[in-house]
């Protein structure tokens, strides 16, 4: 079992319809969890960060986590072809940060 | 602008010979990593640096080395043990345990 789980997808929406990206994880002692985007070729960027149980909403993004279940998700509302990428979903405990291989998302304009 | 920033952009190897990786960072962070990612897979973890003058090795230390002697900089050797180092290296930093961390652009090496 992989530490940090994504389905590669590609993920395909219609313009404007909501992506949801899901990840699991398998260390409870994880503290803090993050999504990054990741144009191809370039370095990934922060989204969005999420410490404690719950949602977390950022303009059109919303992380949700549940520590119970070991999973965390990204819900992106509006979907714009400029969101098409690969999404990293990451967890931390204590300085080491595991990544996941990432969903590939396709926004169809 | 605060950042971190990497150098070279791209990176060519010999065989046989070590290459140095720069990375530098202005964010005041305490703690800064090395990656490696391959096409369609996540990020390893080379090395990470939680202080300066320590670092500890990650899943894929071999072939590797690395320095922090100031805290503003962490540069990755990727030595001729490496045996297929031909990939895209990040390196990131992030302020504590389990703060955010923040990527620079990336170096891609390339063997001739």
């Known amino acids: 079992q992989k530490e940090v789980e994504q389905n590669s997808g590609p993920l395909s929406v219609p313009e404007g319809a909501i992506a949801s990206l899901n990840c699991t994880y398998s260390?409870?002692?994880?503290?803090?969890f993050f999504w990054y985007r990741q144009y191809s070729g370039k370095s990934p960027e922060l989204i969005m960060s999420i410490y404690s149980n719950g949602d977390k909403e950022d303009g059109r993004f919303t992380a949700q986590l549940n520590k119970a279940s070991q999973y965390v998700s990204l819900l992106i509302r509006d979907s714009q072809p400029s969101d098409s990428a690969t999404y990293l979903c990451?967890?931390?405990?204590?300085?080491?940060?595991?990544f996941g291989t990432g969903t590939r998302l396709k926004v169809l304009a | 602008d605060g950042g971190i920033t990497q150098s070279p952009k791209y990176l060519f190897r010999k065989e046989g010979q070590n290459v140095t990786l720069s990375c530098e960072q202005n964010?005041?962070?305490?703690?800064m990593y090395w990656y490696r990612q391959d096409p369609g897979q996540g990020l390893r973890l080379i090395y990470y640096s939680q202080i300066v003058n320590d670092f500890q090795k990650g899943d894929i230390a071999e072939g590797y080395s690395v320095s922090r002697e100031k805290k503003e900089s962490f540069p990755l050797t990727v030595t001729s043990a490496q045996k297929n180092p031909t990939a895209f290296y990040l390196c990131?930093?992030?302020?504590?345990?389990?703060?955010?961390?923040?990527f620079g652009p990336g170096t891609r090496l390339l063997v001739l």
């Open positions: 964010l005041n962070h305490d703690a």
């Open positions: 260390d409870r002692g994880s503290q803090s």
């Open positions: 990451a967890v931390c405990r204590t300085y080491k940060y595991i």
């Open positions: 990131a930093s992030s302020g504590g345990g389990q703060e955010t961390q923040y």
